[in-house]
Structures are given as C-alpha cells and as structure tokens.
Nanobody, 126 residues
Framework: QVPLVESGGGLVQPGGSLRLSCAAS????????MGWFRQAPGKERECVAA????????AYADSVKGRFTISRDNAKNTVYLQMNSLKPEDTAVYYC???????????????????WGQGTQVTVSS
C-alpha cells in the first residue's frame, strides 16, 4: 500500500510551468516533514525541495532554486511543488516523500525518509 500519491506530471514545453501534488493515503502527514525528489535515467535520485511540518522552513537544490516552490496545505493533507521556467534538464520522475519526525526540521537525503509515493513523470521538451 503506497501512503503517498503524486499527481500533476506530464509533458510541458521549455519555459512552461507545472504543479505537482502529493496527497496522503490512509493516514495524516500534517506533522511530518516532506520532500520532493527526482530521478532521471542513469542519474542518482536527488532532493529538489524539502519542507518542515508547518512550512516555515524550506530548502532547494541549486539547480531549481528560484524556479521551484514547495508548499503544503495541512488541512488538505497535501504537499505541492510549483515548477516554473521548466528546462529540459528537469525531465525526470518526481517522487514525494515523508519522514516520521517531530523535530520541526526538514531533510534532504533519501535515506532520511520513511514513506514514498510511486512517482509522476515530468517531461520538458519541444
């Protein structure tokens, strides 16, 4: 049973925008720090954005800083990734992840997360 479900991926032209959503399935994640990761074929999975439990702290990979925004709506038990000015190198499978943690921190490493979604494909191409 997959506890997180991503949606919103698809094909978009360079310079376009896309908004990914991550919805919890079967439990609440409103107190958990969350992250968005991506993995392209032949490349390592990388954290593109992370957020603490209440959205007060965020972090971004240098490659997406200024273009991507992570946010969350705990009332809807949903996390978002707004992606603007998309580039072909943003093409990847994007994964949502959650960590069972009450520290108030955010996390940026794959091994720090406990729950994962199945991923959604984002393709940026002309």
């Amino acid at each position: 049973q997959v506890p997180l479900v991503e949606s919103g991926g698809g094909l978009v032209q360079p310079g376009g925008s896309l908004r990914l959503s991550c919805a919890a399935s079967g439990r609440t994640f409103s107190t958990y720090p969350m992250g968005w990761f991506r993995q392209a074929p032949g490349k390592e999975r990388e954290c593109v954005a992370a957020i603490n439990w209440n959205g007060g702290r965020t972090a971004y990979a240098d490659s997406v800083k200024g273009r991507f925004t992570i946010s969350r709506d705990n009332a809807k038990n949903t996390v978002y990734l707004q992606m603007n000015s998309l580039k072909p190198e943003d093409t990847a499978v994007y994964y949502c992840a959650a960590r069972q943690d009450l520290s108030g921190s955010y996390y940026t490493r794959t091994e720090q997360y406990h729950y994962w979604g199945q991923g959604t494909q984002v393709t940026v191409s002309s």
